[in-house]
């Protein structure tokens, strides 16, 4: 039982290239998510998906596109990067905690991404 | 404009105290209330969440909330060096058909042995 997975794990980009960013989980969740991570910014959600075949827009959203794969995976795009996407990249999955209407995130291990 | 506000630190305290991290909220409608752990170039992982009025102990760990106030703490007893992270609060506004987490900036703990 992995968890969830990230791929790469760390990455360089020019301005203006494209990239594709992974994540997978095995947990059988249904929502998972995408943050950035950025020094004194505390996290930030960029997208989400609440179950498959859906995806809404968080609170950072340009400049990023997203697609819910399958149950298992959701992958964020950058498609023409900017020096201002260098960060760290988290996606994370939920389930409904056992016993409480209330939902637990756990989150991959992360993809730090510097764009020059 | 949700916000979730925490002092950055960075908090020192010595080994075997105990250490307590703040956090408050603007959005009253917030019902649950999570404490996650990050050592640096980690990711986040989660100690313990909470969301009636009062105390939720587990282990060293003991998470308050108090939603009148619109403030949860956590504190940790027996304080050890391999508690030196950064705490991030974290409120969910649930009913909404998904589960979004807003985080606070997150304390720094320096446990000093």
């Given at each position: 039982n992995a968890g969830v997975t990230q791929t790469p794990k760390f990455q360089v980009l020019k301005t203006g290239q494209s990239m594709t960013l992974q994540c997978a989980q095995?947990?059988?969740?249904n929502s998972m998510y995408w943050y950035r991570q950025d020094p004194g910014m505390g996290l930030r959600l960029i997208y989400y998906s609440a179950s498959e075949g859906t995806t809404d827009k968080g609170e950072v959203p340009n400049g990023y596109n997203v697609s819910r794969?399958?149950?298992r995976e959701f992958s964020l795009r950058l498609e023409s990067a900017a020096p201002s996407q260098t960060s760290v990249y988290f996606c994370a999955s939920s389930e409904p905690y056992r016993g409480s209407s209330t939902d637990t995130q756990y989150f991959g291990p992360g993809t730090r991404l510097t764009v020059l | 404009q949700k916000e979730v506000e925490q002092n950055s630190g960075p908090l020192s305290v010595p080994e075997g105290a105990i250490a307590s991290l703040n956090c408050t909220y603007s959005?009253?409608?917030?019902?649950s209330f999570f404490w996650y752990r990050q050592y640096s170039g980690k990711s986040p992982e989660l100690i313990m969440f909470i969301y009636s009025n009062g105390d939720k102990e587990d282990g060293r760990f003991t998470a308050q909330l108090n939603k009148a106030s619109q403030y949860v703490s956590l504190l940790i007893r027996d304080?050890?060096?391999?508690?030196s992270a950064t705490y991030l609060c974290a409120v969910m506004l649930s009913g909404a058909g998904s589960y979004q987490l807003t985080f606070g900036k997150g304390t720094k703990l320096s446990v000093i042995p």
């Open positions: 095995d947990m059988n969740h794969l399958n149950k | 959005d009253r409608g917030s019902q304080s050890q060096p391999s508690d």
